[in-house]
Structures are given as structure tokens and as C-alpha cells.
């Protein structure tokens, strides 16, 4: 699985950015209902507690927080965007404080011994919220490829990226080519 962004967007060792794109794009992407054990390999490679198999319910809990999520990676008016992230902030529990579960110590975002659902929807939220808050809310956008819905976020410097991937902007970079050079030879 290829993480979408660093740990450097905050510093913070819980990823919820890359935690949040990866969750979009694994459940809102391939036209099938993403499986519980993906739900919790997806989870346990961004460091998330994840001891037991995923609950039906747990997993269809996920499943409509990443549609939820999608559209504020979709919204190319920040105003709006920051709308549909504050209300999703609103709904998840929140308590920061400091963990140390092995990883040294950094922040958590939902109160203390909180259920894996909640943990996710306050990291993820959160990590999107530090991305607008620090980069601006066109660093989070959805692959420009005509034939992929992944979504990205964006906290590089340098120019703005407008793909999802490697791939895409290669594949995409080629095709733009060979289009301007059927168009200067004909
Ligand atoms: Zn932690
Ligand atoms: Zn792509």
C-alpha cells in the first residue's frame, strides 16, 4: 500500500492524513465494498491499536466516515470545505492528550481508551484540519487522471501536485507528449 503523505505534515507519529487518503481512497475507489481485514491492515500500517478482527459494524462505521471524508478532499472552495471539516470535527469525541504506546511520546486526539472508530474519525479529521490550516485547502484534491478517483493530500513544497501518484503523472505527463506532437507535426 503506498502512503499518500509523510509523517511530516505535523510531526505527529499518528499520520491521520495519510490515515485519512488512504481510508478514502480504499473504500470510496475500485467500485466494491472495501473487506474489514483491508479496514484493519490499512489501519494496523498507520499504527493504529488494532487487536481484534473488525466488527460488521465497526467496518461499516469506517466505511461511511471515508464517503464523509471524500468530499472535503473533493471541495476546491476552502470556505466550504473548512464547513464540511468543522462539522465533522464536531462529531468526533475529542480530548487531546499525550500517548506513549512504544512509539515515543505524541498527541492524541480522541479522550483516552476511546473505541478505534472514534480514534479514527478524531486523527483523521484532526490531520485534515492541520493540512488546511497550514497549506491551504487546495493541497487536498482528487487525482486529475481521467480514469482515477484517488484522492491525495499535498504538503510537498514546490509546485502543486495534481495527481494521485507516480504513475498517474507519468502516464498522464506521456500522453500530453505525444498529444503535442501529433498537433505540431500535423
Ligand atoms: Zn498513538
Ligand atoms: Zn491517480
Redesign the pocket.
Known amino acids: 500500500m503506498t502512503r499518500t503523505s509523510p509523517t511530516e505534515v505535523t510531526g505527529y ?2 499520520d491521520g492524513v495519510g490515515t485519512a487518503a488512504a481510508l478514502v481512497n480504499a473504500v470510496t475507489t475500485g467500485g466494491r465494498d472495501v473487506s474489514a481485514e483491508t479496514l484493519r491492515a490499512l489501519l494496523a500500517s498507520y ?3 488494532v487487536d481484534e478482527p473488525l466488527t460488521e459494524d465497526e467496518t461499516q462505521m469506517l466505511r461511511d466516515w471515508a464517503r464523509r471524508l471524500r468530499p472535503v478532499f473533493a471541495e476546491p472552495d476552502q470556505a466550504r470545505a473548512i464547513d464540511l471539516l468543522n462539522a465533522l470535527m464536531a462529531e468526533a469525541p475529542m480530548r487531546p492528550h499525550i ?3 512504544g ?1 515515543g511520546p ?3 486526539y480522541g479522550p483516552p481508551g476511546a473505541a478505534l472508530v472514534d ?1 479514527v474519525r478524531a486523527n483523521t479529521a484532526v490531520g485534515l484540519a492541520f493540512v488546511i490550516c497550514e497549506y491551504g485547502a487546495e493541497r487536498l484534491g482528487v487525482c486529475l487522471d481521467a480514469g482515477c478517483e484517488r484522492v491525495y493530500a499535498d504538503i510537498a513544497r514546490g509546485p502543486r501536485r495534481r495527481y494521485c501518484s507516480k504513475a498517474c503523472l507519468n502516464r498522464n505527463t506521456v500522453a500530453a507528449f505525444r498529444a503535442r506532437r501529433t498537433s505540431t507535426s500535423a
Request: no cysteine; net charge positive; glycine share 0%.
Open positions: 507519529r499518528n499504527n493504529f491499536k500517548s506513549d504506546h512509539l505524541h498527541l492524541h480514534r
